[in-house]
């Protein structure tokens, strides 16, 4: 059992393959000191995704090891750990139900209140007080009703309420309007607050915004360093 984690998170010498003698991941080495924010970013198939999908150990590593707060991973119950993560992934999931089920998603407990101090600390609070019915309004499944930017928002006060220590954020590419893409990029600012995050950063904004930015190629870790350093 993972006790309640501050959030230091160390790869040590990570070693990962798929399929027998294709290294996705040739020794990867990188200690995130609890609540900083990395920006991932490297060519496709370079292991971004890899490296998360060891963090939440949808797979074991070869070589090397992950560690939280110093506990291995693989001496931890999956639930333990899994539960201190929050993902928000690039195709937001929305489902058919209200605005509010929707943020209320994972936290099933808060108060109304909470939902919409969640909303409102990434100023998703307006548009969804324009909306027919505001926070009862129905949403369909895949969000229709929303812009690209409305669904990233309303994923980001999801995840603000589940207020999990460590999160992951997998970047949307979708181009979105200058507008919009300040209020994101204000909004990520307060949910990474206080976290350790690992961000798929496809916006030159958001790894501007990171506390260090790591640069994969082909399963190897190039640089690591702030955006003034690289
Ligand atoms: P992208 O920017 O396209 O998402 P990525 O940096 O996330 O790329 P990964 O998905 O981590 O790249 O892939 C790293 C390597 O592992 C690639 O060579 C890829 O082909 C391979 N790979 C990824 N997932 C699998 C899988 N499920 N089975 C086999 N090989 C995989
Ligand atoms: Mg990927």
């Given at each position: 059992e993972l006790p309640p984690v501050r959030g230091d998170i160390r790869f040590e010498n990570l070693v990962f393959e798929y399929?027998?003698?294709?290294?996705?991941?040739?020794g990867i080495h990188l200690d995130v000191k609890a609540g900083q924010s990395i920006a991932l970013v490297g060519h496709?198939?370079?292991?971004k995704s890899t490296i998360i999908n060891l963090l939440c150990r949808f797979y074991d590593p070869v070589q090397g090891r992950v560690t939280v707060d110093g506990y291995d991973?693989?001496?931890?119950t999956l639930q333990s750990l899994r539960s201190q993560i929050g993902i928000v992934l690039q195709d937001t999931f929305i489902f058919s139900g209200t605005i509010r089920d929707n943020i209320r998603y994972g936290r099933l407990d808060a108060s109304d209140e909470e939902v919409e101090a969640a909303a409102k600390a990434v100023h998703a609070h307006d548009f969804i007080m324009a909306?027919?019915?505001?926070?009862d309004t129905e949403v369909e499944e895949r969000g229709s009703l929303l812009s690209m930017g409305q669904r990233q928002l309303l994923s980001f006060a999801r995840a603000l309420l589940a207020d999990p220590r460590i999160l992951i954020l997998d970047e949307a590419t979708a181009s979105i309007d200058t507008e919009t893409e300040v209020r994101i990029q204000e909004a990520l600012k307060t949910l990474l607050l206080g976290r350790t995050s690992f961000i798929i950063a496809h916006r030159l904004s958001t790894i501007r915004n990171a506390d260090r930015i790591v640069v994969l190629d082909h399963g190897r870790l190039m640089e690591a360093g702030t955006h003034d350093e690289l």
């Open positions: 399929e027998k003698g294709r290294p996705a991941l040739r496709t198939g370079s292991g991973l693989r001496d931890v909306l027919p019915n505001g926070y």
